[in-house]
């Protein structure tokens, strides 16, 4: 019996770039790009490229979870998350923004930050990676948010978290994954 090459799993599945079109620039850049399809027809792909962003877990030593409560104008409400922050440039190093980030949203500063992990948030229509980190040897200061972020620094068991995110008063997917890594990696040990 011939068997067939074995073909990888994602032939024929790229798209091609044709044309960049630039629609926004800011903060995030909007783009609507003409790419060739497997087939060779044409077809748009409209998305934001986004520099990338970071968040941050912090665990005290008892156990607690340290979160931000602010209000995010998209969804009209004061969401619960861990702290996170956007690279500023492609060359900014996820682990010092990171690092960053939690002094500036929560006052905190780590001994230890390590990557927990990495995923793509809408990959329908963003570019975004977002890397997770966790931070344990916590120490207390001051923070120093953005003049136009409003933050409420709270902290929980991770029970009470879990039971927030199970009754839907937890929806933002960095903090949702960063729990449920979390757990997945409490239980390994």
Do not use: C
Request: glycine fraction near 6%; proline fraction near 7%.
């Amino acid at each position: 019996m011939t068997r067939k090459p074995v073909r990888a799993a994602h032939a024929g599945l790229t798209e091609k770039p044709h044309r960049t079109r630039l629609l926004f620039s800011g903060t995030v850049n909007f783009r609507a790009d003409t790419v060739v399809l497997p087939n060779g027809k044409k077809a748009t792909r409209e998305f934001m490229s986004h520099p990338g962003a970071v968040a941050v877990l912090p665990v005290l030593p008892d156990g607690r979870i340290i979160f931000v409560r602010q209000y995010r104008y998209p969804v009209r409400k004061a969401t619960l998350e861990i702290p996170a922050g956007k690279l500023h440039s492609a060359s900014d190093k996820p682990l010092l923004r990171a690092k960053a980030e939690l002094k500036e949203e929560t006052g905190y500063t780590a001994s230890s930050v390590r990557p927990l992990l990495s995923y793509w948030p809408t990959p329908a229509f963003s570019d975004e990676v977002l890397h997770i980190f966790t931070a344990t040897g916590l120490r207390g200061g001051a923070a120093s948010p953005d003049e136009d972020e409003f933050l409420l620094v709270e902290t929980l068991t991770f029970k009470k978290a879990w039971r927030l995110v199970k009754s839907g008063a937890i929806r933002d997917s960095k903090t949702l994954l960063a729990l449920q890594a979390w757990k997945i990696k409490m239980l390994e040990t």
